[in-house]
């Protein structure tokens, strides 16, 4: 049973416009959700982060919204430059140090110039 | 920011034979590490916990004699794939958690091991 999901295996947009990444969760325990960029034959990289007590948090071009009574979050990417095509996760876990995480199966974003 | 390494970067052996991974972290000590696999256009899975000074905790259906870990110092743990066959090939990811403070977990992940078993 996959307690986090990412539905859509792919996406494309233009250059300049926003990338709206979604992921949804099953496990109500969860408490901390981050966003990794993978790009292939190399490990993940940390995006952003949020805790269950925000709805919203911002980093630069990154911004993540949590929608904890729906159990969804989604990433924006805005505005998506060609530099930001490569694998995106979604991962969660339980509030506190050291927690595991589970991943979604992530989405592939390709920004075209 | 925190650094995780990992070596070797990729591997080919042949069946049956054993091969280790290392993972370390750099610039701070993690007392827990995380190993996880990945196959083609799939999820990270998480393998197992490795936790310095006692024994791994593996998840629901990793042969633990399999896939032997050690985290012998606050820096440093090994993956062991033993007897490998051409099943185990995937990539091997590790990653080390490092308190921030006032936030949660921030995991590091290291680049990564390719293993291809012939």
């Known amino acids: 049973d996959q307690q986090v999901k990412q539905n859509s295996p792919s996406l494309s947009v233009q250059e300049g416009r926003i990338s709206i990444l979604n992921c949804d969760y099953t496990?109500?325990?969860?408490?901390?959700f981050l966003w990794y960029k993978k790009y292939p034959a190399e490990g993940p990289t940390f995006l952003i982060s949020i805790s269950s007590i925000k709805d919203k948090n911002e980093d630069g071009r990154f911004t993540v919204f949590l929608n904890k009574s729906a159990k969804h979050l989604s990433l924006h990417i805005v505005p998506s430059q060609p530099g930001d095509s490569a694998v995106y996760f979604c991962?969660?876990?339980?509030?506190?140090?050291?927690?595991?995480?589970?991943f979604g199966k992530g989405i592939t974003l390709s920004v075209r110039p | 920011g925190a650094v995780v390494s990992q070596h070797p970067s990729w591997v080919i052996c042949k069946s049956g034979t054993s091969v280790k991974i290392e993972c370390r972290s750099l610039?701070?000590?993690?007392?827990?590490m995380f190993w996880y696999r990945q196959f083609p256009k799939q999820s990270l899975m998480l393998m197992a916990t490795?936790?310095?000074?006692?024994?791994?905790?593996?998840e629901q259906g990793v042969e633990k004699d399999k896939f032997l870990i050690n985290h012998a110092s606050l820096t440093l743990s090994t993956l062991t794939v033993t007897s490998a066959h051409p099943e185990d090939s995937s990539f091997y990811i590790c990653s080390a958690p490092r308190l921030r403070r006032g936030t949660n977990n921030e995991q590091f992940f290291g680049p990564g091991t390719r293993l291809t078993v012939l």
């Open positions: 490795s936790n310095e000074g006692s024994k791994a905790t593996y």
């Open positions: 496990n109500s325990m969860f408490d901390y």
């Open positions: 610039d701070f000590q993690a007392t827990t």
């Open positions: 991962a969660a876990s339980p509030y506190g140090a050291n927690s595991k995480l589970t």
